[in-house]
């Protein structure tokens, strides 16, 4: 556990989710070293907060989905330690916030006083799982498409791939799963990890956690059917990864297959993802250029 | 070309149920998902009540749901992934037994 930390609240201020973002920066922030980020001033005044963020984890309160703390982050480059969002965990907890006041109840206090306990909670400890039992060897060859200054890299053997822009690496009954070059590439700097949880059993496309970027939120959808055995916890410090290294470095999560060889049927080799991937970079492209 | 674009995993992209479906009672026409999805799912009606439909259902990614994650007030939903995966492996089994 770090002793200090930077706060950064979306303080949203016509909306309820967004007060309480203010309420939790400050729970975190009293009696302590941490330091508050306004983002308001962080958006005309770089230099005020650049050193407390860059040098300190950052933990980002947002109040809803639009992510408006998030976004700032990753305008300001800056990684993102752990975050929250009130409408999520109001929703885990059952809780209805309010739509006809802005003013915080009891209610809404406790749920922040709850969201707050759990930023500053220990890190919870690494898997035992994380000892490899696999070697994955990186991938020797790769097919590469090129588009303007874009350059897109997808590995030739070993490898199967769906179109929602995953890849799956399969070793005896093992596999690895990440995100293709394409798709780290359209997210771009990618600032925070969120696994899916070690020991959990996951069906063919349910979401395997996401990834997130000042664009985007990307949820994962597992290429196959598989008990989760371990998870790249280095992401958690370092999600840039993904974007350095897709295919080694960057993957997200070691799966234990269950029931590859049916599900194999349903995903793509190399040479019929390359042409998916043509495709969704003309897309793109056209659409970039009309927008 | 046109023959790709029209299937998912093998199958009839119209014999699979995958949009988002917006909640009008939500929505606040911030607009955030039209912006954010780059395939044309979403249009704008400028000068109707109901500002902005889901034009293009079959242009709308099977599993992806990243629009939602973009919309403030949480007014989008999307089918059951279980079923409609559940949906396309049997279609699947019933084209290649036709086979
Ligand atoms: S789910 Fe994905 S493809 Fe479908 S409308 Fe939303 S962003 Fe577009
Ligand atoms: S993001 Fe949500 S609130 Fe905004 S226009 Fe889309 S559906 Fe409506």
């Not at chain 1, 300001?76 to 915080?104: C, H, N, S, W, Y």
């Not at chain 1, 406790?110 to 898997?127: G, H, N, R, S, Y």
């Not at chain 1, 996951?202 to 970027?213: K, R, T, Y």
């Not at chain 2, 998902?33 to 249009?43: A, I, S």
Request: hydrophobic share 35%.
């Amino acid at each position: 556990m770090s002793d200090k930390y930077a706060v950064l609240p979306c303080n949203g201020l016509d909306k309820c989710a967004g007060q309480m973002t203010k309420e939790i920066a400050m729970l975190l922030c009293e009696g302590t070293q941490n330091e508050m980020i306004c983002p308001v001033f962080y958006r005309v005044a770089d230099a005020r907060y650049d050193k407390i963020a860059k040098e300190n984890p950052l933990l980002v309160v947002d109040g809803c989905g639009t992510r408006c703390a998030s976004k700032l982050a990753g305008e300001k480059g800056l990684k993102i330690f752990r975050k929250m969002t009130v409408t999520e965990e109001a929703q885990k907890r059952g809780v209805t916030l309010p739509t006809d006041t802005l003013r915080l109840s009891e209610k809404e206090i406790a749920l922040c006083t709850a969201m707050a306990d759990e930023f500053i909670k220990e890190e919870t400890a690494v898997p035992e799982q994380m000892v490899q039992a696999v070697e994955f060897p990186a991938p020797a060859e790769y097919l590469i498409h090129k588009k303007d200054k874009f350059i897109f890299r997808v590995p030739t053997e070993g490898f199967y791939f769906s179109e929602n822009d995953c890849w799956l690496q399969v070793v005896g009954n093992r596999a690895r799963i990440g995100i293709t070059d394409f798709m780290q590439q359209s997210l771009s700097d990618i600032m925070f990890f969120t696994p899916p949880p070690v020991g959990v059993e996951l069906e063919q496309f349910d979401e395997a956690g996401n990834v997130e970027s000042g664009k985007a939120v990307f949820e994962l959808i597992c290429p196959v059917s598989g008990k989760v055995v371990a998870v790249n916890t280095e992401l958690l410090t370092a999600p840039e990864r993904i974007n350095e290294n897709p295919y080694e470095q960057g993957w997200v999560a070691e799966l234990e297959l269950t029931n590859f060889d049916e599900e194999k049927d349903f995903l793509l080799n190399t040479a019929d993802y390359m042409k998916i991937l043509k495709k969704k970079v003309d897309e793109f492209h056209v659409n970039k250029q009309k927008g | 070309m046109s023959e790709d674009k029209d299937t998912f995993m093998g199958v009839p992209r119209d014999t699979i149920d995958w949009k988002p479906t917006i909640d009008y009672e939500k929505c606040d026409y911030c607009m955030e998902c039209f912006d954010f999805c780059p395939h044309h799912v979403f249009e704008k009606r400028e000068n109707e009540p109901i500002k902005l439909v889901v034009a293009n259902p079959l242009n709308c990614v099977v599993f992806c749901r990243a629009c939602s994650k973009t919309c403030g007030p949480d007014a989008l939903t999307f089918p059951s992934k279980a079923e409609v995966s559940k949906k396309i492996k049997e279609t699947r089994e019933a084209m290649s037994s036709h086979e």
